[in-house]
């Protein structure tokens, strides 16, 4: 059983090498978008001022510092940045986006394409206007309703040696910031700040990346916090590799921290730890839906709380939910295996889940020194499991709540771990551990009884 474990502790050294960040220059030359004509009244139209502010800088290269000035608020549009220099947001400086589509060049307010040594810093903030781009509230599905057209803030495409230190994000649209193909990233002390309610609004998403970093974050928005994913549009750009995400503060209505479901190549070398996930509709998430296989992942030292939301958000209250589920009916599947979860503790309203499908089973888990604690406190129906995005299966598919449900999966050990249950117990809480279709599980030193005892046992594995 842990042989398939063995080199697991190898990835977090690799990652430790695998990042780089862009070198301070001696002798960098300073460019403030004001000398450009940049207003900074917040009222008029600035992306042409700093626009040629960025270019001016990129001539120059070996670092040269843009400088986007304090106590100013620039109103901008497309703003497209250059390699060999630096973006600096000075003190309280803010840009605020266009509301007009006609204003942009393409779909993002800061774009970056086949760049290299690009530096994004400082503790000023980039504001999205998220309400401004959305229709109405909906007060019985508990969400903002978004227009036809809403920009991404950051789309960094093909970046090489790209370091993002410091700055807020606040009130994103749509993706908050978004890496494509790109390689050695350092991201680090980044504040997301996003309308909890608004749809889509993703934290960071590195996307057929490699050796990337992710450090000191706090992020809150509506959808995935961080997630590594692997979309059909990038995937000339290979996998996604050696990411590491930790000592990151996370608040989401969607998973806190995932991989997928966008998973058209391979995913693997991903550990995320130490992080708080303070509130999520999922702890700790796989979702396999494509073609590639994720493996070698490590989830550790992470406190997470899982809930219900309102129905139109995914993810069910799930604590932790690896699950291999084709997209479509003709969906080529990967496999999702080898994953060590270790030091983790939780409260949830929903199982752990590790669900693989006749399609594709899941292999090779183990969960160390896991503690979660299960019970009801909000107000939405449970007694589900999510299976989106699919059309092969139910998307969501009618099932009781055992602590943790196996099916479909191979060689999975459970070893110092256990199971508790709150006041609030409904009829359909069940096993502690419940296993179906499934070979090879393997419960040392387990803790953990029915949540009603006089209906079940607390283990209950069917044979294959």
């Known amino acids: 059983m842990n042989k398939p474990f063995s080199n697991l502790f190898l990835v977090t050294i690799l990652l430790l090498f695998g990042t780089s960040s862009v070198l301070a220059q001696k002798g960098v030359q300073i460019i403030d978008i004001t000398k450009y004509g940049a207003k900074g009244d917040g009222k008029t139209l600035d992306t042409k001022a700093i626009q040629e502010a960025i270019d001016a800088a990129a001539k120059l290269g070996n670092g040269s510092k843009v400088v986007v000035p304090t106590n100013h608020q620039y109103l901008i549009s497309t703003l497209v940045l250059k390699s060999n220099i630096e973006f600096h947001l000075e003190g309280n400086a803010q840009l605020l986006v266009s509301t007009k589509q006609e204003d942009y060049s393409v779909e993002g307010s800061l774009v970056a394409n086949d760049v290299q040594n690009l530096k994004i810093s400082g503790t000023g903030s980039i504001n999205g206007r998220a309400l401004e781009f959305m229709t109405h509230y909906d007060t019985i599905k508990e969400i903002w309703m978004p227009k036809t057209w809403r920009p991404k803030l950051f789309i960094l495409t093909k970046c090489k040696s790209l370091e993002i230190k410091n700055i807020t994000i606040e009130k994103a649209p749509s993706w908050s910031l978004h890496m494509l193909g790109c ?197 939405y129906p449970g007694n589900v499991f999510d299976n989106k995005p699919t059309k092969a299966y139910e998307p969501i598919e009618k099932h009781d709540t055992p602590g943790i449900s196996i099916r479909y999966s191979d060689r999975v050990l459970i070893e110092n771990c256990s199971i508790a249950w709150g006041n609030t117990i409904p009829d359909y809480f069940t096993n502690a551990v419940q296993a179906t279709e499934s070979t090879g599980i393997e419960l040392v030193n387990f803790k953990g009884d029915a949540a009603n005892p006089a209906k079940y046992k607390a283990i209950d594995i069917l044979k294959l």
Do not use: M
Not at 305 to 315: A, D, E
Not at 337 to 363: F, Y
């Open 183 to 379: 390689e050695n990233v350092l991201i680090d002390g980044v504040k997301i700040k996003n309308n909890i309610d608004v749809p889509n609004c993703d934290g960071i998403d590195p996307d057929h990346c490699r050796n990337v970093e992710i450090r000191n974050c706090e992020i809150s928005c509506g959808d995935d916090a961080i997630v590594i994913k692997a979309t059909q549009e990038g995937i000339g750009y290979g996998p996604s590799a050696n990411i590491w995400v930790h000592d990151c503060q996370l608040e989401t209505q969607d998973s806190g921290v995932k991989i997928g479901t966008e998973t058209t190549q391979d995913i693997y070398n991903i550990v995320f730890e130490r992080c708080e996930i303070k509130t999520s509709c999922r702890g700790l998430t796989i979702q396999l839906r494509d073609e590639g296989n994720v493996y070698n992942v490590i989830f550790r030292d992470i406190n997470f709380t899982s809930r219900y939301h309102s129905n139109p958000w995914w993810g069910r209250g799930e604590a932790i939910s690896f699950t291999a589920i084709p997209r479509n009916l003709d969906t080529k599947i990967g496999k999702i295996h080898t994953v060590l979860v270790e030091n983790v503790k939780g409260i949830a309203e929903n199982s752990i889940r590790i669900n693989g499908t006749k399609e594709s089973r899941i292999s090779d888990i183990r969960f160390q020194n896991v503690n979660v604690s299960f019970n009801r406190w909000t107000k």
